[in-house]
């Protein structure tokens, strides 16, 4: 058990922990341990997500630095299963993550940094997702280590 803290302890890059991109509200028997290729792409995600804190808080905070929150990132088949996931989803690989927006704006704020990442790097992206549920704004990102799609889509339910 004492390993398991130790690895999600673990910096994936300057802002962002292993544990906070394996955080669930589930409590799965498996754990919600990634295998390495997953760890390998949560840090290309990792590079993404840098890039887009950096960006927002030079676009848009004056004051201070603006967190970029991940409320979903890998799951396990299990927390997959709990949670409602779609099967084949980029979660199970560590190929996705779920940004919290505080509302639409920042929502398409997030939306629009990455897709200009994406156009002034020549990175490639395989999902963006605009999602709602009630009030709850998030947008869901994906990034494959290879045959990305750049699928956008709306999911305002």
């Known amino acids: 058990m004492k390993e398991v803290e130790i690895n999600k302890q673990a910096k994936l890059s300057e802002h962002f922990t292993l544990g ?3 955080k669930t509200s589930y ?20 590079l993404w997500l840098e890039d887009l804190r950096e960006e927002y808080n ?16 890998y799951r396990s088949e299990e927390v997959n299963r709990l949670c409602g996931g779609a099967k084949g ?12 927006c505080a509302g639409p704006e920042q929502l398409i704020r997030y939306s629009s ?3 200009d ?4 790097t020549r990175r490639d992206f395989d999902e963006l997702i605009h999602e709602k549920r009630g009030s ?3 947008l869901h990102f994906a990034v494959r280590p290879s045959n990305n799609r750049r699928k956008i889509l709306f999911d305002m339910r």
């Open 20 to 22: 906070e991109l394996c």
């Open 27 to 46: 409590h799965p028997l498996d754990g919600n341990i990634p295998s390495h290729v997953a760890i390998e792409n949560l840090t290309r995600l990792c």
């Open 58 to 73: 030079r676009r848009y905070e004056e004051s201070e630095e603006i967190p970029v929150v991940i409320t979903s990132g």
């Open 89 to 100: 989803s980029n979660h199970l690989t560590g190929c996705a993550v779920d940004i919290r």
């Open 113 to 115: 940094i990455l897709l």
């Open 117 to 120: 990442i994406a156009d002034g």
């Open 136 to 138: 709850t704004y998030w």
